[in-house]
Structure formats: structure tokens, C-alpha cells
């Protein structure tokens, strides 16, 4: 992505992770990742690795909370309730990080982590066709034990 003029990438808490623990990793990768912005934002949508609080304004919220927000209250993690149950507003965001059996989309918002890295799909979002396009994974690269995958069908959205 780096060396690419027609990408752009968002950090995430993973990324994050990296950059803290810099013994792994070459000071330009670390350099690279640090750079990366927390929100990519356009006119009423935005970007970025997973979401929001809705019960607080986005200008009150941490860099943190901002990588790593799930559940309302954060630390039900994947027992919910996710944020984006609760999103009704603008902006129209754009998030990963909570693992989906298949694509979410609400009025609001836009799930695409469909568990790739624990063999279930890569999935991209073409913004102005509101089309979901997932790719299965050719293998499962990391355990999810135990698997933790929401579905968005039993949710009330």
C-alpha cells in the first residue's frame, strides 16, 4: 500500500501494536505505520478500523477508543452491544475489527471484516455502487478460538 499512489490504508489496533513493539519490524515499516491516519473522511463518510461511541461526540473521543471501539460499554467486547446498533447519525462510517459472518450494512454504517485471516472471507466495499464484493479465504492464518464471529442477522438494527 506504501508504494501505491491509488490506496490508502487507516491504523488499526493491530498496527498500532507493531509500532509499539518496533523490535520486529524495520524503522521505515515502523515509520510507515505510524503515519497511517486513525479516519479517512469525505464529504459524509468516513473510514476507519472500527467505529465509534454513539453517546459521545466524535470530537470527544480517543485516538484509543477510536481503534478499538466495539461494544457499548467497551469492554462487553463481543457480547455487544455493537456501536453501530446504535449509529444513527452521520457520518456514514466505514469500520472493520468486529468479525462478521457475512457484510453488514445499515442506514449508517458498513461492517466488512469477514474473518479472512480466520478462514472466512476477504470483503471490500465499492462506496458508490453500495456493492459488497468477498473473496473466501484460501486458508485460515490465524486461530479465533473460540470463534467469534457476529452474526448480523441476530441483531437488531
Not at 453488514?104 to 469477514?114: A, E, K, M, P, Q
Amino acid at each position: 500500500i506504501r508504494n501505491r499512489d491509488n490506496m490508502l490504508s487507516v491504523r488499526g489496533d493491530a498496527e498500532d501494536g507493531l509500532v509499539s513493539d518496533q523490535t520486529s519490524l524495520d524503522s521505515n515499516t515502523v515509520d510507515f505505520l505510524a503515519s497511517l491516519p486513525i479516519a479517512i473522511s469525505w464529504d459524509s463518510g468516513v473510514v476507519m478500523h472500527d467505529g465509534i461511541d454513539p453517546t459521545r461526540p466524535i470530537a470527544e473521543q480517543t485516538a484509543a477508543s477510536l481503534l478499538t471501539c466495539r461494544s457499548i460499554p467497551p469492554e462487553n467486547r463481543y457480547d455487544g452491544p455493537f456501536w453501530f446498533e446504535y449509529h444513527e447519525t452521520p457520518p456514514f462510517i466505514m469500520f472493520g475489527h468486529t468479525v462478521l459472518e457475512h457484510p453488514l450494512r445499515t442506514n449508517w454504517s458498513v461492517g466488512v471484516d469477514t474473518g479472512c485471516v480466520h478462514g472466512g472471507a476477504l470483503t471490500a466495499y465499492n462506496f458508490h455502487m453500495d456493492k459488497f464484493v468477498s473473496v473466501p479465504a484460501s486458508q485460515t492464518y490465524a486461530d479465533n478460538s473460540p470463534r467469534r464471529f457476529v452474526n448480523p442477522d441476530d441483531l437488531d438494527l
